[in-house]
Protein backbone atom coordinates (compact mmCIF):
# COMPACT_ATOMS: atom_id res chain seq x y z
CA UNK A 1 0.00 0.00 0.00
CA UNK A 2 2.68 2.47 0.85
CA UNK A 3 4.24 2.08 -2.58
CA UNK A 4 1.06 2.91 -4.17
CA UNK A 5 0.58 6.05 -2.26
CA UNK A 6 3.66 6.98 -3.30
CA UNK A 7 3.28 5.73 -7.02
CA UNK A 8 0.06 8.54 -6.41
CA UNK A 9 2.20 11.06 -5.72
CA UNK A 10 5.28 10.34 -8.30
CA UNK A 11 4.01 9.97 -11.92
CA UNK A 12 6.85 8.68 -12.87
CA UNK A 13 6.20 5.29 -10.33
CA UNK A 14 8.47 3.03 -11.75
CA UNK A 15 10.88 4.86 -13.16
CA UNK A 16 11.89 6.58 -9.92
CA UNK A 17 11.90 3.25 -7.87
CA UNK A 18 14.60 1.58 -10.32
CA UNK A 19 16.38 5.48 -10.54
CA UNK A 20 16.12 5.16 -6.39
CA UNK A 21 17.39 1.85 -6.57
CA UNK A 22 20.56 2.18 -8.94
CA UNK A 23 21.45 5.39 -6.74
CA UNK A 24 21.30 3.11 -3.86
CA UNK A 25 23.90 0.96 -5.22
CA UNK A 26 21.00 -2.25 -5.57
CA UNK A 27 21.64 -3.01 -8.56
CA UNK A 28 22.15 -6.58 -7.43
CA UNK A 29 18.83 -6.86 -5.79
CA UNK A 30 17.13 -5.05 -8.82
CA UNK A 31 18.66 -5.05 -12.09
CA UNK A 32 15.99 -3.94 -14.18
CA UNK A 33 12.59 -2.37 -13.43
CA UNK A 34 10.87 -5.97 -14.13
CA UNK A 35 12.03 -7.11 -11.06
CA UNK A 36 10.54 -4.58 -9.30
CA UNK A 37 7.43 -4.86 -10.75
CA UNK A 38 7.13 -8.94 -9.95
CA UNK A 39 7.92 -8.00 -5.94
CA UNK A 40 4.92 -5.85 -6.57
CA UNK A 41 3.05 -7.87 -7.64
CA UNK A 42 3.57 -10.40 -4.57
CA UNK A 43 0.44 -8.09 -3.04
CA UNK A 44 -2.33 -10.37 -2.97
CA UNK A 45 -4.68 -7.40 -3.33
CA UNK A 46 -3.63 -6.88 -7.21
CA UNK A 47 -4.83 -8.26 -10.08
CA UNK A 48 -1.72 -9.91 -11.19
CA UNK A 49 -1.24 -11.10 -7.80
CA UNK A 50 2.15 -14.16 -7.96
CA UNK A 51 2.85 -16.44 -4.76
CA UNK A 52 6.62 -15.44 -4.54
CA UNK A 53 8.31 -15.26 -1.69
CA UNK A 54 10.20 -12.33 -1.14
CA UNK A 55 13.69 -12.70 0.10
CA UNK A 56 14.93 -11.00 2.93
CA UNK A 57 17.66 -8.84 1.02
CA UNK A 58 14.91 -8.17 -1.08
CA UNK A 59 12.18 -7.26 1.92
CA UNK A 60 15.14 -5.04 3.01
CA UNK A 61 15.69 -3.32 -0.55
CA UNK A 62 12.28 -2.34 -1.15
CA UNK A 63 12.35 -0.97 2.54
CA UNK A 64 14.91 1.25 1.65
CA UNK A 65 13.65 2.50 -1.76
CA UNK A 66 10.26 3.41 0.24
CA UNK A 67 12.06 5.39 2.62
CA UNK A 68 14.61 7.24 0.29
CA UNK A 69 11.69 8.33 -2.05
CA UNK A 70 9.50 9.08 0.69
CA UNK A 71 12.48 11.43 2.23
CA UNK A 72 12.39 12.85 -2.14
CA UNK A 73 8.01 13.20 -1.96
CA UNK A 74 8.29 14.56 2.03
CA UNK A 75 7.19 18.47 1.06
CA UNK A 76 4.29 16.64 -1.31
CA UNK A 77 3.33 14.17 1.34
CA UNK A 78 3.11 16.65 4.33
CA UNK A 79 0.99 19.11 1.36
CA UNK A 80 -1.01 16.40 0.93
CA UNK A 81 -1.82 15.71 4.40
CA UNK A 82 -1.85 19.59 5.46
CA UNK A 83 -4.97 19.79 2.58
CA UNK A 84 -7.11 17.18 4.52
CA UNK A 85 -7.09 19.24 8.01
CA UNK A 86 -7.78 22.01 5.73
CA UNK A 87 -10.54 20.81 3.28
CA UNK A 88 -12.45 24.72 3.12
CA UNK A 89 -9.08 25.94 1.77
CA UNK A 90 -6.63 23.27 0.14
CA UNK A 91 -9.44 20.59 -1.31
CA UNK A 92 -8.09 20.55 -4.77
CA UNK A 93 -4.93 18.95 -3.20
CA UNK A 94 -6.86 16.33 -1.67
CA UNK A 95 -9.35 15.61 -3.63
CA UNK A 96 -6.75 15.11 -6.64
CA UNK A 97 -4.54 12.96 -4.71
CA UNK A 98 -7.60 10.61 -3.75
CA UNK A 99 -9.20 10.12 -6.79
CA UNK A 100 -5.85 9.08 -8.46
CA UNK A 101 -5.24 7.09 -5.14
CA UNK A 102 -9.01 5.13 -6.59
CA UNK A 103 -7.73 5.03 -10.42
CA UNK A 104 -4.59 3.43 -9.31
CA UNK A 105 -6.68 0.64 -7.39
CA UNK A 106 -9.00 0.43 -9.67
CA UNK A 107 -6.66 -0.15 -12.66
CA UNK A 108 -4.56 -2.79 -10.44
CA UNK A 109 -6.63 -4.20 -7.72
CA UNK A 110 -8.42 -6.96 -7.74
CA UNK A 111 -11.96 -5.40 -7.70
CA UNK A 112 -13.68 -8.36 -6.99
CA UNK A 113 -11.65 -8.25 -2.96
CA UNK A 114 -13.43 -7.80 0.03
CA UNK A 115 -10.45 -5.74 1.07
CA UNK A 116 -10.33 -4.11 -2.16
CA UNK A 117 -13.46 -2.87 -1.91
CA UNK A 118 -12.90 -1.49 1.35
CA UNK A 119 -10.45 0.50 -0.06
CA UNK A 120 -12.82 2.51 -2.91
CA UNK A 121 -15.06 3.17 -0.07
CA UNK A 122 -14.59 6.74 0.68
CA UNK A 123 -14.20 6.61 4.54
CA UNK A 124 -12.39 3.68 5.38
CA UNK A 125 -10.00 4.96 2.43
CA UNK A 126 -9.32 8.05 4.06
CA UNK A 127 -8.47 6.69 7.01
CA UNK A 128 -5.80 4.09 5.46
CA UNK A 129 -4.42 7.46 3.09
CA UNK A 130 -3.61 9.32 6.11
CA UNK A 131 -2.53 6.35 8.17
CA UNK A 132 -0.24 5.24 4.68
CA UNK A 133 0.79 9.11 4.70
CA UNK A 134 2.00 9.53 8.13
CA UNK A 135 3.97 6.40 7.96
CA UNK A 136 5.78 7.37 5.18
CA UNK A 137 6.28 10.59 6.45
CA UNK A 138 7.91 9.34 9.96
CA UNK A 139 10.61 7.00 8.10
CA UNK A 140 12.04 10.47 6.45
CA UNK A 141 14.29 10.52 9.67
CA UNK A 142 17.81 9.19 10.08
CA UNK A 143 16.84 5.72 11.38
CA UNK A 144 13.78 5.85 9.03
CA UNK A 145 14.94 2.67 7.60
CA UNK A 146 14.65 0.82 11.19
CA UNK A 147 11.51 2.44 11.84
CA UNK A 148 9.70 1.36 8.73
CA UNK A 149 11.10 -1.88 9.38
CA UNK A 150 9.58 -2.34 12.64
CA UNK A 151 6.00 -0.89 11.35
CA UNK A 152 5.70 -3.51 8.75
CA UNK A 153 6.86 -6.49 11.01
CA UNK A 154 4.38 -5.24 13.38
CA UNK A 155 1.97 -4.60 10.63
Known sequence: MLLLILDTIDLNGIQSLYALSN?????????NKVTIWKLRN?????????????????????????????????PYIREILKSKEDLEKNSVIWNDFSKRFIELIKERFNLDSIRVKKLLNQTKNDEIIIRSLLTLSLCISNKGYQKLKNILYVF
Do not use: C, G, W
Open 42 to 74: NNPLRKSYVNNNIKPEEFDALIKITVEMSRYLY
Open 23 to 31: RLNLNHVFP
